[in-house]
């Protein structure tokens, strides 16, 4: 019998306001304390393929990968204090992995804050264009919104398999301390050829000391911290309390609530402990009251 020698080419879409959310999960809430690393992603997608297609690892490529997401302007990013840097190292990682971003500007929402508008529109068109012209064996697709359902509908229709990466967990809200849900949608699972609960995998004890599994999350030796950033007046106070994602500092007349975000200096937000003297600035937070920005640890409490 004729070996078969044709390649399996992959095409990769990441919804990134979906992956964004889900590598913030494993940061702050999650056992793992780690972000999500692309490299090891993308491996663990080439295996996943090979498995479900029965065909040598080897034979599996991933051809193109994009990344869409919405992002604040570079003044907006500039004032948020360490966000512009974020942004501009994250970029590099998936410039390194060769994964194509594409960026929209938020828009303004009625009742303040930032939103997304028409990235899942502009990430399914893309989508079915590039696998039209370039005829992607496999289409995996990194998201949970049943609004990328038509677009599984019409790569069936060119005889393209749909793989989606998803997850569901539960995790606590930073401000209201409500906890909240996230699920994929059902319909999207029942549409696609080869759907994979990603929570369900990294969570089997069996898989906890799988090399592929390990490599999903970045090591705790790689680390990238952003340049101090002093802003305003600088205060010195004390960690009160550090929870989920988000912590408080000991300030009269009330504690500062402070997000994991908002953490630069020499000190990661999981490092942090209560007692811990830090420097930080005070602006109004989204719900006019007064927040800690530019958080640094000055020493800790041994």
């Known amino acids: 019998?004729?070996?078969?020698?044709?390649?399996?080419?992959?095409?990769?879409?990441?919804?990134?306001?979906?992956?964004?959310?889900?590598?913030?999960?494993?940061?702050?809430?999650?056992?793992?304390?780690?972000?999500?690393?692309?490299?090891?992603?993308?491996?663990?997608?080439?295996?996943?393929v090979a498995k479900e297609e029965g065909i040598d690892a080897r034979k599996c490529q991933i051809v193109d990968a994009h990344y869409f997401r919405g992002r604040l302007s570079a003044i907006e990013a500039k004032e948020k204090?360490?966000?512009?840097?974020n942004d501009r190292l994250f970029d590099d990682i998936l410039s390194a992995e060769g994964v194509t971003t594409h960026y929209l500007p938020l828009k303004n929402k009625q009742g303040g804050g930032k939103q997304e508008k028409g990235i899942?529109?502009?990430?399914?068109l893309e989508a079915f264009e590039q696998s039209f012209y370039k005829r992607f064996s496999v289409l995996v697709l990194i998201a949970?919104?049943?609004?990328y359902?038509?677009?599984?509908?019409?790569?069936?229709?060119?005889?393209?398999?749909?793989?989606?990466?998803?997850?569901?967990?539960?995790?606590?809200?930073?401000?209201?301390?409500?906890?909240?849900?996230?699920?994929?949608?059902?319909?999207?699972?029942?549409?696609?050829?080869?759907?994979?609960?990603?929570?369900?995998?990294?969570?089997n004890r069996v898989s906890k000391?799988?090399?592929?599994?390990?490599?999903?999350?970045?090591?705790?030796?790689?680390?990238?911290?952003?340049?101090?950033l002093p802003k305003k007046e600088r205060l010195v106070g004390v960690i009160n309390n550090v929870l989920q994602g988000y912590g408080f500092i000991e300030h009269f007349p009330q504690n500062l609530f402070f997000h994991f975000s908002d953490v630069s200096g020499d000190a990661d937000f999981?490092?942090?402990?209560?007692?811990?003297?830090?420097s930080f600035t005070i602006e109004p937070g989204n719900?006019?009251?007064?927040?800690?920005?530019?958080?640094?640890?000055?020493?800790?409490?041994?």
Not at 144 to 147: A, E, M, T
Request: charged fraction near 30%; proline fraction near 2%.
């Open 1 to 48: 019998m004729e070996k078969d020698n044709k390649l399996t080419r992959i095409g990769v879409f990441y919804d990134g306001n979906y992956f964004l959310h889900v590598s913030n999960f494993y940061t702050y809430s999650h056992e793992r304390k780690s972000r999500l690393n692309i490299n090891g992603l993308h491996h663990f997608i080439k295996e996943k």
């Open 81 to 85: 204090g360490n966000t512009l840097f």
């Open 120 to 124: 899942d529109v502009w990430l399914a």
């Open 144 to 147: 949970g919104d049943g609004d």
């Open 149 to 203: 359902v038509p677009l599984i509908k019409k790569l069936n229709t060119l005889g393209t398999r749909v793989m989606v990466l998803s997850w569901d967990f539960e995790y606590t809200n930073e401000e209201t301390g409500k906890t909240m849900k996230t699920q994929t949608s059902q319909e999207l699972l029942e549409e696609v050829t080869y759907p994979v609960a990603m929570h369900e995998i990294i969570d």
């Open 209 to 228: 000391s799988d090399p592929l599994i390990n490599g999903l999350f970045v090591s705790k030796n790689t680390v990238y911290k952003a340049p101090e």
């Open 270 to 278: 999981n490092e942090l402990r209560q007692g811990d003297r830090v």
């Open 287 to 302: 719900k006019g009251r007064d927040v800690a920005k530019n958080v640094m640890r000055i020493d800790a409490t041994k």
